[in-house]
């Protein structure tokens, strides 16, 4: 079946620094979504991607559709203590149907202050 | 604007007990959604609904049942709990079809 797999599993780094990470396909997919999940919360959507090749902003947050349609990348500038938490991709299932979404494992992300 | 709610927050069963969770969402959205997170195994889709009166089955829909009978409220029954079902519960909803816009907080079930 689909499968995401999201790398680095996890980061730590310095406040201030930019940060990258990735979500890659086994199969074509023709729509991207990034989640941010806080401790103890319910993830919460930062940015939809629809075409392959777009490239969204959502403040320090830019995240780009793979032209390859089989991967997305997420980007953090200028982290800041509040970027803490885990980061999922996901993305719909083989018949296209948004409703029954494709998730990775996330990305956790720690920053020392 | 309360967004999406989840009542309880915490919960603890004997096997064999049953209990419903209850979200609601005032932001008149169609489609609603049912998940558990577990450790290693991300987010999987219990049972979905997209529109009022319907529902309909994610991918670990065993166990479970839910009902929309209220456009706003999107209950998720156990009827007989069992330790795999020791889980974290988010309810979410969405204007479209596009995926679950906004997530509640969450229920954190452990069933004993």
């Known amino acids: 079946g689909q499968q995401l797999n999201q790398s680095p599993q996890s980061m730590f780094i310095q406040e201030g620094e930019d940060v990258s990470m990735n979500c890659t396909s086994s199969s074509i997919f023709n729509t991207w979504l990034w989640y941010k999940q806080d401790p103890g919360e319910g993830p919460v959507l930062l940015i939809a991607l629809y075409k392959a090749g777009e490239l969204t902003s959502n403040g320090r947050l830019t995240a780009q559709f793979g032209i390859t349609r089989k991967d997305s990348f997420l980007n953090i500038s200028a982290s800041i203590p509040s970027d803490v938490g885990i980061y999922f991709c996901?993305?719909?299932?083989?018949?296209?149907?948004?409703?029954?979404?494709?998730w990775g494992l996330g990305t956790s992300l720690a920053v020392n202050p | 604007n309360a967004g999406v709610t989840q009542t309880p927050k915490f919960r603890v069963l004997k096997t064999g007990q049953s209990m419903t969770l209850l979200c609601a969402q005032d932001?008149?959205?169609?489609?609603m959604y049912w998940y558990r997170q577990d450790p290693g195994m991300g987010l999987r889709l219990i049972h979905y609904?997209?529109?009022?009166?319907?529902?309909a089955k994610g991918e670990v829909p065993d166990g479970y049942n839910v009902s929309r009978l209220k456009k706003q409220n999107f209950l998720l029954g156990l009827e007989s709990a069992a330790p795999s079902q020791t889980s974290v519960y988010f309810c979410a909803s969405s204007y479209s079809s596009g995926g679950p816009r906004f997530f509640g907080p969450g229920t954190r079930l452990t069933v004993l």
């Open positions: 996901a993305g719909p299932n083989n018949a296209g149907n948004n409703r029954k979404l494709i």
């Open positions: 609904s997209v529109g009022e009166g319907t529902t």
């Open positions: 932001m008149n959205h169609e489609y």
